[in-house]
T-cell receptor
């Protein structure tokens, strides 16, 4: 049973436009949510996080939104840049992290 | 601060051999985690330590897997009698709070 799901395996966006990556979870006990970016042959790099008591957190071009009633979070990247092309993982925390399957983002120049 | 380091970066072994991986966390972090990642999947939690205490080990994949963090600093993950299904990326992360910071991983290939 997949407690954290990223239903879009891939996303293609034009440079300068908005990228929206989505994530759904099932366990209402999760109290913290994170987004990671991963390049091939490297470990995940932390991007941004949000506590379950908030509904939005912003850091530069990256904004995470949390909808607890829908058990849904999303990552917005504005404006998207070619260097953003990578695999993006959402993760939910109790003590350890539970990850989604990842979404491959491709930003075209 | 050099971040989380892992050694070796790559390991090729024959089925049935034992392998050991090392993780050096960020120095001021007291929590250390091990994950496994296979192709097309997100990282999968294996075990974690708070200082030298192993607080969760029920998710280790089998009794062939074991981990130690003897002095609350670096950690080792050992896989005994490796099988081809053990081929994966093994990731280490460390934290003090909610955000976990990952190392580059050790890529294991079992022939």
């Amino acid at each position: 049973d997949q407690q954290v799901k990223q239903n879009s395996p891939s996303l293609s966006v034009q440079e300068g436009r908005i990228s929206i990556l989505n994530c759904d979870y099932t366990n209402s006990m999760f109290d913290y949510f994170l987004w990671y970016k991963k390049y091939p042959a490297e470990g995940p790099t932390f991007l941004i996080s949000i506590s379950s008591i908030k509904d939005k957190n912003e850091d530069g071009r990256f904004t995470v939104f949390l909808n607890k009633s829908a058990k849904h979070l999303s990552l917005h990247i504005v404006p998207s840049q070619p260097g953003d092309s990578a695999v993006y993982f959402c993760a939910a925390s109790l003590s350890e992290l539970t990850f989604g399957q990842g979404t491959i983002l491709t930003v075209h120049p | 601060d050099t971040g989380v380091s892992q050694n070796p970066r790559h390991k090729i072994t024959k089925r049935g051999q034992n392998v050991t991986f090392r993780c050096d966390p960020i120095s001021e972090h007291n929590r250390l985690y091990w994950y496994r990642q296979t192709l097309g999947q997100g990282p999968e939690f294996l075990t974690y330590f708070q200082n030298e205490a192993q607080l969760e080990k029920s998710r280790l994949l089998s009794d062939r897997f074991s981990a130690e963090r003897p002095k609350g600093s670096f950690s080792t993950l050992e896989i005994q009698r490796t099988e081809q299904g053990d081929s994966a990326m093994y990731l280490c992360a460390s934290s003090n709070y909610n955000e976990q910071f990952f190392g580059p991983g050790t890529r294991l290939t079992v022939l």
